[in-house]
């Protein structure tokens, strides 16, 4: 059952930029730790950044440290991942879910997003 809704992904030049947002019609996002995930063709899904709850602190996977921003937006209840100098290799659909970065557990996923970075 979708429960996140992810938006924003598209197609882009390689060196450009992206917004995704992450929303929940249902529930403060506020409540959970808010982590970004990716799955490229034929690969396994791969864990891209999270954002605390608690402190607010964020984590970031080493391929996209310094490169992507993640950040929450609470009067919208959404939470944001700002994606700049994007390569060829961040193509992949993009998801979005809530529950704990410390011990990786994940209640609740979006649909999930296409990010496309092609010339």
């Known amino acids: 059952q979708v429960q996140l809704v992810e938006s924003g992904g598209g197609l882009v030049q390689p060196g450009g930029s992206l917004r995704l947002s992450c929303a929940d019609s249902?529930?403060?996002?506020?409540?959970?730790?808010i982590g970004w995930f990716r799955q490229a063709p034929g690969k396994e899904r791969e864990w891209v950044s999270c954002?605390?709850?608690?402190?607010?602190?964020?984590t970031y996977t080493d391929s996209v440290e310094g490169r992507f921003t993640i950040s929450r937006d609470e009067a919208k209840n959404t939470v944001l991942l700002q994606m700049n100098s994007l390569k060829r290799e961040d193509t992949a659909i993009y998801y979005c879910?809530?529950?704990?970065?410390?011990?990786?557990?994940?209640?609740?996923w979006g649909q999930g997003t296409q990010v496309t970075v092609s010339s």
């Open positions: 249902g529930f403060s996002l506020s409540y959970y730790d």
């Open positions: 954002i605390s709850s608690s402190d607010g602190s964020t």
């Open positions: 879910a809530s529950g704990w970065c410390g011990n990786n557990k994940w209640f609740r």
